[in-house]
């Protein structure tokens, strides 16, 4: 979605998609640099033999939680709906998450914004909800579907 637009203007995209990022090839690098960082060493993440001996996956998988983590800047990749007059945006939750599908190291995922409400929290505080459909590339089932929080401070 190109440009900023107002609250009212932001209203009329209810219920519309708003922005989809690029494709992102998921690599072992990262799966092993986010289970460092998070102190999730499980298998199913690191150990490609192993994981191919012993899970239904056939290899290793991301954690569904560094998709989610991918979130912010996938939504900024996108072009999300962007209020005008925005001193910054706040990640401010998430109401639902279902991790869905498995994203296999090598594969490819991208999100998709909808837009499902906005409303003003406080004077120039706006609380946009999204829900997000992060796709696998050639797969019909999603990895992960959440509906995300943002609060856009403007003014």
Do not use: C
């Not at 298998?43 to 991918?70: C, N, Q, V, W």
């Not at 979130?71 to 209020?83: D, H, I, Q, T, Y």
């Amino acid at each position: 979605m190109p440009g900023q637009i107002s609250p009212e203007q932001a209203k009329a995209l209810i219920g519309t998609e708003t922005g989809i990022s690029d494709w992102h090839t998921i690599t072992q690098d990262q799966v092993n640099q986010f289970a460092d960082t998070t102190g999730d060493h499980q298998f199913i993440h690191l150990d490609e033999e192993r994981a191919a001996k012993e899970t239904p996956f056939g290899g290793t998988i991301a954690h569904g939680y560094l998709t989610l983590s991918m979130l912010s800047m996938l939504g900024a990749e996108a072009g999300n709906v962007r209020l005008a007059g925005a001193k910054i945006t706040i990640n401010y939750g998430l109401d639902k998450v279902r991790f869905l599908n498995p994203v296999r190291i090598g594969a490819r995922i991208r999100a998709r914004f909808s837009l499902l409400s906005i409303e003003e929290k406080n004077p120039g505080q706006w609380l946009l909800k999204n829900q997000v459909t992060v796709d696998i590339d050639g797969q019909d089932k999603p990895a992960m579907i959440a509906e995300s929080l943002s609060l856009v401070v403007t003014g």
